[in-house]
């Protein structure tokens, strides 16, 4: 019964920047291990940063260095920074729950929100 909404997406030039957010209309994304994924067309949907209930934070080596993933549980978010862009980088990001299973349910996942860089 959980949804995630993301919003933040946008065009950006290549080595621009972007933050984007994530909530739920649920039980609230604090609460859970949160995941940043990305799916391009084309390709299949991968995590790309990963956030614990701790706080303890991982990401795809394609992304790491460029991109953070923080909580603001006062505003029940979770937001990924993304600097440095480049165009590989575009593509529908998406956020959700215990981000390491194997399946995530389908009705789970929001709509997500496009992030397009250019060259």
């Known amino acids: 019964q959980v949804q995630f909404v993301e919003s933040g997406g946008g065009m950006v030039q290549a080595g621009g920047s972007l933050r984007i957010s994530c909530a739920d209309s649920g039980d609230g994304v604090s609460r859970y291990a949160i995941g940043w994924f990305r799916q391009a067309p084309g390709k299949q949907r991968e995590l790309v940063a990963a956030?614990?209930?701790?706080?303890?934070?991982s990401y795809a080596d394609s992304v790491k260095g460029r991109f953070t993933i923080s909580r603001d549980n006062a505003k029940n978010t979770v937001s990924l920074q993304m600097n440095s862009l480049k165009p590989e980088d575009t593509a529908v990001y998406y956020c959700?729950?215990?981000?390491?299973?194997?399946?995530?349910?389908?009705?789970?996942w929001g709509q997500g929100t496009l992030v397009t860089v250019s060259s």
């Open positions: 956030i614990s209930t701790g706080g303890s934070t």
């Open positions: 959700n729950r215990d981000p390491f299973r194997g399946y995530i349910p389908l009705n789970s």
